[in-house]
């Protein structure tokens, strides 16, 4: 029963079952069939992008590289995602039920998954899962609102941290988008040499490495946050 508590008080914790007592959780065993599975760390996908969204699925321990190509083939990007974090909640109903990502272990990790069917069944039955529920996919939709909105920038760099708002809207920490300089011009309507001497003044700054096709933003959040240098 020791055991038992605690992989319920350990569920408790995750995103949309906060709030939910381990009691609750344990009313639910032989169907939910709570158990985490692991997987080791590994360069093969554990889920790609445009797999059918089948199950809400939780990291429940570990960290996730999470990588996405766009639609067009001209960039990608990558982005770790860490335990506790609930996947892709957002990409389960609607129009197009399947993952905006690809993931892969980048450590040990411990995976929760519930099939769709049984969010209906149990879970939605549960006034805290269906508070918690409308309020992450709120938080969703108005962050991707408020990358999308329009506005109006005339400065290069005001141009590039908002494409970089749009692609990393829901990142934090370190990340990597892999564009070349033409394209990436070309996204911001700059020119070529304008955005190659931002990206330089934040390589030496230290806010990103610089590479070929590629440059690695260490911490995203800041880099949004700063101001701009005229250029």
Request: hydrophobic letters at 40%; glycine letters at 6%.
């Amino acid at each position: 029963m020791k055991d038992l508590s605690t992989r319920y008080a350990l569920f408790t914790r995750l995103p949309l079952l906060q709030g939910i007592s381990s009691r609750e959780l344990l009313g639910w065993e032989e169907a939910l069939r709570l158990d985490a599975d692991e997987f080791p760390a590994s360069s093969s996908p554990l889920i790609r992008q445009g797999d059918n969204c089948s199950q809400l699925l939780y990291l429940v321990e570990g960290e996730l590289q999470r990588e996405h190509q766009s639609s067009d083939g001209i960039y990608a990007s990558h982005s770790l995602l860490k335990a506790p974090a609930v996947i892709e909640v957002d990409r389960l109903f609607g129009l197009t039920p399947t993952y905006e990502y690809t993931y892969r272990a980048k450590t040990e990790v411990k995976m929760l998954g519930i099939r769709k069917g049984l969010i209906g069944s149990h879970l939605m039955k549960s006034e805290v899962f269906r508070l918690n529920m409308l309020n992450t996919l709120s938080a969703i939709a108005q962050k991707r609102e408020t990358a999308l909105r329009p506005c109006q920038l005339d400065n290069a760099e005001d141009r590039l941290r908002h494409f970089l708002s749009i692609i990393f809207y829901d990142c934090k920490g370190e990340v990597e988008i892999f564009i070349h300089m033409k394209e990436l011009a070309h996204y911001i309507d700059e020119r070529r040499i304008t955005v190659s001497q931002i990206l330089n003044r934040w390589d030496k700054e230290g806010s990103i490495r610089l590479g070929r096709g590629h440059f690695i933003i260490h911490d995203i959040e800041n880099i949004l946050k700063c101001e701009s240098v005229k250029m």
